[in-house]
């Protein structure tokens, strides 16, 4: 064993049993707005531990030894983990094996920052599958290994109340009503995905459904804090050559998840599952709110 990596070990150790550790797992993590979180969330908390989910282990590695050489003294708080979230076989064994890298802790993660997506110019089903399906399927096996009090940040998009702003009131109250269920969302978004007349709203109608599911995911779980927020507009593959500007480590795109993961997010129990804007401001899931903006102060 190298001189190194026994020494990260050490440190690792010694947080565990201090009980300090608080590990968080991005997904969609080697490159873009995730890598930057990881980057973010190393040196900004002493206390963290990233696990960095990739769906290629070799670029995972590689985002990895970036964390790294961004901030040593990440050094023993940072991992990979190769996850596709759009493959149920894949996610499956990423929880297993992380699971089975801490097998004396039965809930390992503070948190979870779905992130992984993709962007525009893509059918409704395959964007679906990915940015909302995707969100789901990594919940229904990571969230039984996050510890009480932890934390859920789904990584959302102003398109999502930009695409809600457009709908008639019956589509409108599918994406913002609490009383919406998981049955009547799901068949919802078979109906777009199964015509013909709605694309080029892909994108935006993905990330509304996981402002939606937030709110379902957070009433099914009311020990964790769980909710979605901006990134802001960033320059990164998803977004290239559509006007935005700032790459991700010229951006803001982590203070709002940061916040969802670290932050003194509010626990009342008749309002979680909210929705943040890329100022980590509450903001509505129907209209856009800017950043700098007064709150939104609605349900």
């Not at 009547?184 to 994108?203: F, I, K, N, P, W």
Request: aromatic content about 6%; some cysteine; glycine content about 8%.
């Amino acid at each position: 064993m190298s001189r190194l990596l026994a020494l990260r070990l050490c440190l690792l150790a010694t947080l565990t049993a201090a009980g300090a550790v608080r590990r968080v797992l991005v997904t969609g993590a080697n490159k873009g707005i995730g890598l930057q979180i990881c980057k973010k969330i190393v040196a900004t908390q002493p206390d963290a531990h990233v696990v960095l989910g990739s769906r290629s282990a070799s670029r995972g590695e590689k985002a990895v030894a970036d964390v790294l050489a961004s901030e040593p003294s990440a050094a023993g708080r940072v991992e990979m983990l190769q996850l596709d979230v759009s493959d149920e076989a894949s996610v499956a064994a990423a929880a297993s094996e992380l699971a089975a890298r801490y097998p004396s802790e039965p809930t390992p993660l503070h948190g979870l920052c779905n992130n992984a997506g993709v962007g525009f110019g893509r059918s409704i089903r395959e964007t679906l599958a990915t940015n909302f399906y995707g969100s789901v399927r990594c919940c229904a096996h990571f969230v039984p290994l996050i510890e009480a009090e932890g934390r859920v940040c789904n990584v959302a998009s102003a398109s999502g109340p930009n695409f809600v702003r457009g709908l008639d009131a019956e589509q409108k109250a599918i994406f913002t009503s609490r009383a919406t269920s998981w049955e009547a969302l799901d068949a919802c978004l078979q109906r777009y995905a199964e015509s013909t007349d709605y694309e080029g709203v892909a994108y935006g109608l993905s990330k509304a459904a996981v402002n939606q599911w937030t709110m379902q995911l957070a009433a099914e779980h009311p020990q964790l804090r769980v909710n979605s927020c901006s990134p802001g507009y960033i320059l990164t593959d998803l977004t290239a050559g559509m006007g935005a500007t700032k790459r991700p480590e010229e951006s803001n795109c982590h203070v709002a998840p940061l916040y969802l993961l670290f932050g003194d997010v509010p626990h009342p129990e008749a309002n979680k599952g909210r929705y943040y804007g890329s100022d980590a401001v509450r903001s509505p899931i129907d209209v856009y709110r800017g950043p700098g903006d007064p709150p939104y102060e609605g349900d």
